[in-house]
């Protein structure tokens, strides 16, 4: 959940370790820093953004040709300057990390008697002061990077530079992602490959285990059992202009714009003639998908929200079993296993601690096959899944998930056809989802007209600190995404009902300082909704309704009315509207929208 870059070169890398630092904030901005190697190791850490750092360094005038470089999310120690990397032991060792060292106490303990002082709350700290130990018995660097690790219990992946060996930069991994860059006389570490843009195309992706041993000339890579490792050379597609933000005010509202794209690029090329291709989830998907009688989908956060909506799709159009658990939850009770049973592991980074652990656990207990719909190719989700399908939604670096969300509502919805021409699904039903699925990107076209419409409705909750979201069926699970949308990036507190649940509850919250948001789509259950709208109503709570063709008398509801969408796909579009709605309330209260306190973008801790 941190961010790392590094660097070895014939030139001054702190300009690169700046601009890594950027294109690596949207995982941890609590605090930042970095070191650079000389005569000696300089470092220069802050609290705050790396926009703060920045004026540090053009203050202090640090350079050098090896430097490591980091950005936090606080988890072991406050967001201070102490705790901020990279730490240091006796000023001839430096290290960045991401991860949790779960056995820090024990080494730390060890380390005192040794005689090393610590000066953070870090769990990061004894790594540093476990390699330098190494290094005073003689080691060498990468030695000593070799013998410590094997030592911590946890994940990780860290850079490493020490003053004994100025032009070298050692690298570790477990759990936790890390590229290395390969240039002409200059080589990079990066925990995103965004970080690389501008210096190099070229990367590979280190394997769990790994230890890199990094120069200018030269990457050497030992696995875990200490033999030298060849690692695919990868090209990085990411352009600037896809990773920044362009002539939009914040990543979010850029990236909720991009919506019509990323839905036709998650459709493009796996539909052809009202049929969905089942080549999409690979070569031996069909061979797979004849076994598969049941789905258990594990995810976190808004992903987990996707899931909510596939189990409607893959019961009700599909007739195929589907439970949804949080992955964090999943991997620590006692679930059924059925080896019949498909696991489907949703993660926008691909590196969710949680949803891998999940995953792990299921295949661990004899769960059947599992796919992996993820956004970030070479990510550890791809390699650990049986079957993968990409999202194709591009980078998104906007914490509040946006376009993640919906693409991977497309690939579920891909999915659901796949298996359920197994099942009950007639060919006249896989053509009605094909033909809306082809229309999807122009209905999230018109839904992205309303946007003035619901910026005028923003301005009602700017001084709210509780709002209600009200959904039934499929559209239920969207109305809790809508929720954390306003929650994570306005700060309102936000809880999301079936409709139907009101009158046992939640009505005693309804007052006029509490607004009520309601996902009325023009479906079967839109009667029935209409019911429940009418208790709030009647205990003064103020409505506000977002729905298609919104006819008839809605009383004082406050009402945003879009055309008509086809009703498997209705959940995306809708979601949009709420996506702008949180989007419009923070910017009218001034909040951080891209990157929201106390959260970050790539969850790889547990």
């Not at 996902?519 to 009418?534: F, G, I, T, Y």
Request: proline share 4%; hydrophobic share 45%.
């Amino acid at each position: 959940m941190c961010g790392i870059v590094g660097a070895v070169a014939r030139r001054d890398v702190v300009p690169f370790l700046l601009e890594g630092l950027r294109r690596v904030e949207y995982r941890g901005y609590d605090s930042a820093g970095l070191a650079v190697m000389r005569d000696r190791i300089d470092r220069v850490r802050t609290v705050g953004k790396v926009a703060e750092l920045e004026a540090l360094v053009e203050r202090d005038r640090p350079h050098g040709s090896t430097g490591i470089a980091h950005t936090r999310w606080a988890t072991h120690g406050r967001p201070t300057e102490t705790n901020a990397h990279p730490h240091m032991c006796r000023e001839e060792v430096a290290v960045v990390h991401n991860g949790i060292i779960e056995n820090h106490s024990d080494i730390r303990a060890e380390l005192l008697e040794s005689g090393y002082r610590f000066d953070s709350e870090t769990d990061t700290e004894v790594i540093g002061h476990r390699i330098h130990r190494d290094l005073a018995q003689g080691r060498d660097l990468l030695e000593a990077v070799r013998h410590t690790v094997l030592t911590l219990e946890g994940s990780y992946a860290f850079g490493v530079v020490a003053s004994y060996d100025p032009h070298r930069l050692v690298a570790a991994v477990r759990g936790n992602p890390l590229v290395v860059g390969v240039g002409a006389g200059e080589h990079f570490i990066a925990s995103d490959v965004a970080a690389l843009i501008g210096v190099t195309r070229q990367y590979m992706v280190l394997e769990d285990g790994d230890v890199a041993d990094v120069t200018a000339d030269s990457v050497r890579i030992l696995n875990r059992a200490g033999r030298p490792a060849r690692r695919s050379v990868f090209t990085n597609t990411l352009s600037p202009t896809m990773v920044d933000r362009g002539k939009w005010r914040h990543f979010m509202i850029k990236e909720i714009h991009e919506q019509p794209q990323t839905v036709a690029a998650a459709l493009a090329g796996r539909t052809y003639e009202d049929r969905v291709l089942e080549a999409a989830f690979g070569p031996t998907a069909s061979e797979v998908f004849d076994r598969v009688r049941s789905v258990q989908i594990v995810a976190c956060g808004t992903a987990y929200h996707a899931g909510l909506v596939a189990r409607h799709w893959f019961e009700g159009l599909a007739g195929v079993q589907c439970r949804v658990e949080q992955a964090s939850e999943f991997r620590y009770r006692d679930p059924l296993a059925d080896s019949s049973t498909l696991v489907v592991a949703l993660s926008q980074s691909g590196e969710t601690a949680d949803t891998l652990g999940a995953l792990q656990e299921a295949l661990t207990r004899g769960f059947g096959p599992s796919l992996g719909i993820v956004n970030v190719p070479n990510s550890s989700l791809v390699r650990a899944a049986d079957l993968v399908l990409m999202t194709n939604a591009g980078p998104e670096i906007g914490v509040a998930s946006t376009k993640a969300f919906t693409a991977q509502l497309v690939a579920l919805l891909l999915l659901v056809v796949a298996l359920g021409r197994r099942r009950r699904m007639t060919a006249e039903t896989e053509a009605q989802i094909v033909r809306e699925l082809d229309a999807l990107p122009n209905w999230c076209a018109k839904a992205l007209r309303l946007g003035p419409a619901v910026d005028e409705l923003a301005a009602e909750f700017t001084d709210k600190r509780h709002a209600l979201f009200l959904g039934r069926g499929v559209h239920y699970p969207v109305a809790m995404e809508g929720a954390l949308k306003l929650k994570e990036i306005s700060y309102i507190h936000a809880e999301a009902y079936p409709a139907g649940e009101l009158k046992h509850g939640p009505l005693a919250l309804v007052d006029r300082d509490m607004p009520v948001v309601a996902v009325a789509p023009n479906d079967a259950l839109r009667v029935k909704l209409r019911s429940n709208l009418e208790e709030v109503r009647a205990r003064g709570g103020i409505l506000y309704v977002f729905g298609e063709d919104m006819e008839g008398d809605w009383g004082d509801a406050r009402v945003l009315s879009m055309p008509s969408v086809g009703p498997i796909v209705a959940p995306v579009v809708h979601t949009i509207l709420l996506q702008l709605l949180a989007y419009h309330v923070a910017v009218l209260k001034g909040t951080d929208i891209d990157q929201p306190r106390n959260l970050a973008k790539s969850v790889t801790v547990e």
